[in-house]
């Protein structure tokens, strides 16, 4: 691999990932609900008096302690979705205020949304590896045999179901996100998507199944 293209990836990888932060953090702001994850982790901010970002960050560390019974191996892309993400969107909420009226709101949360879906076709395109959420997906399925859509319904339903239990916003935007998330990554995936051999990474299938990251992408991550 020569030298110019691992610099195009590392720097589509930290330009998607400060992006997914980014595309988050408008989420929050227009307040019309968030993605089954970004609802957990509003959930626990509720309770603890820690910044969104930094519970992005704990969450994400504690997905990653999973990985070990399903054999999964992160690369620099998993570790760099749990620091990167959380910063960016920490930053990105300090700088972007609070929203009001409605039109302002869903304008907002739409532009969230694509841009939620272009940082996800950066990062996975940049093909260092899934991000911790991504990877206990893809762990599950490659343990039990079951099909990426259940697997991946499973985890976001229970994770949205504990997140609203804990006082996390779901609504119109939740919905969506989850009508739009995948074609939009299935649109910027391959203008983004690096030719050659990635760097070894367990899980680096996972490119071929876009999902968050976060942050991967939705991850998310």
Same mark, same amino acid.
């Given at each position: 691999?020569?030298?110019?293209?691992?610099?195009?990836?590392?720097?589509?990888?930290?330009?998607?990932?400060?992006?997914?932060?980014?595309?988050?953090?408008?989420?929050?702001?227009?307040?019309?609900?968030?993605?089954?994850?970004?609802?957990?982790?509003?959930?626990?901010? +509720?309770? !603890?008096? %820690?910044?969104?970002?930094? $519970?992005?960050?704990? /969450?994400? #560390?504690?997905? =990653? @302690?999973?990985?070990?019974?399903?054999?999964?191996?992160?690369?620099?892309?998993?570790?760099?979705?749990?620091?990167?993400?959380?910063?960016?969107?920490?930053?990105?909420?300090?700088?972007?205020?609070?929203?009001?009226?409605?039109?302002?709101?869903?304008?907002?949360?739409?532009?969230?949304?694509?841009?939620?879906?272009?940082?996800?076709?950066?990062?996975?395109?940049?093909?260092?590896?899934?991000?911790?959420?991504?990877?206990?997906?893809?762990?599950?399925?490659?343990?039990?045999? +079951?099909? !990426?859509? %259940?697997?991946?319904?499973? $985890?976001?339903?229970? /994770?949205? #179901?504990?997140? =609203? @239990?804990?006082?996390?916003?779901?609504?119109?935007?939740?919905?969506?996100?989850?009508?739009?998330?995948?074609?939009?990554?299935?649109?910027?995936?391959?203008?983004?998507?690096?030719?050659?051999?990635?760097?070894?990474?367990?899980?680096?299938?996972?490119?071929?199944?876009?999902?968050?990251?976060?942050?991967?992408?939705?991850?998310?991550?």
């Amino acid at each position: 691999m020569s030298t110019g293209t691992l610099a195009r990836r590392l720097v589509q990888l930290y330009l998607g990932l400060a992006l997914y932060g980014g595309s988050m953090a408008l989420q929050i702001r227009a307040a019309l609900g968030l993605d089954p994850w970004d609802v957990f982790h509003q959930g626990l901010t +509720r309770h !603890v008096g %820690l910044s969104f970002g930094t $519970i992005t960050m704990i /969450v994400g #560390a504690a997905v =990653l @302690l999973l990985w070990i019974p399903l054999r999964q191996r992160p690369g620099l892309g998993t570790i760099s979705n749990v620091f990167v993400i959380g910063l960016s969107v920490d930053a990105a909420l300090a700088w972007i205020p609070t929203l009001h009226g409605l039109p302002l709101r869903i304008g907002v949360l739409a532009a969230g949304i694509v841009l939620n879906g272009m940082a996800g076709g950066l990062y996975i395109g940049a093909r260092f590896g899934p991000g911790p959420r991504d990877g206990l997906m893809t762990g599950f399925c490659r343990r039990t045999g +079951r099909s !990426v859509r %259940l697997v991946r319904t499973g $985890i976001e339903v229970t /994770v949205l #179901a504990v997140g =609203l @239990l804990m006082g996390g916003s779901a609504g119109i935007g939740t919905v969506a996100y989850a009508l739009a998330i995948g074609p939009l990554v299935q649109l910027f995936l391959p203008l983004f998507t690096v030719a050659g051999k990635p760097a070894p990474a367990a899980g680096d299938d996972a490119v071929a199944a876009p999902v968050r990251p976060a942050s991967e992408p939705a991850a998310v991550g």
